[in-house]
């Protein structure tokens, strides 16, 4: 499975970027998917997750009413938006996924990583 994470870039403070993640060698529909950001000097922190069905989700309580995260199985992807962004969203947002199908865990514990996509918000 190799997951492709897009749509960071260098925005200002209020902005906003949607972010896009891309499974190649498996469809995601049936998969749990989860956005992660890890900042400078700091720990990876789970940000938003979805269930393989869309009906539950996780959003972390600092981006909560500012991120939206969605699926669209049709194009086998997963989608984080971001509004009014703050400059301590600044970070390296990376997608995950579970090995199992049709499973949610409800935990930051995740099984194959994407590469990361830069997010920079000036104040």
């Known amino acids: 499975v190799q997951l492709q994470a897009s749509g960071g870039g260098l925005v200002q403070a209020g902005d906003s970027l949607r972010l896009s993640c891309v499974a190649s060698?498996?469809?995601?529909?049936?998969?749990?998917v989860g956005w992660f950001r890890q900042a400078p000097g700091k720990e990876r922190e789970l940000v938003s997750d979805i269930s393989w069905s869309g009906n539950t989700q996780y959003v972390a309580e600092s981006v909560k009413g500012r991120f939206a995260i969605s699926r669209d199985n049709a194009k086998n992807t997963v989608y984080l938006q971001m509004n009014s962004l703050k400059p301590e969203d600044t970070a390296v947002y990376y997608c995950?996924?579970?090995?199992?199908?049709?499973?949610?865990?409800?935990?930051?514990?995740?099984?194959?990583w994407g590469q990361g996509t830069l997010v920079t918000v000036s104040s």
């Open positions: 060698g498996r469809t995601l529909s049936t998969y749990a």
């Open positions: 995950a996924t579970l090995s199992r199908s049709y499973y949610y865990t409800g935990t930051d514990d995740y099984d194959y």
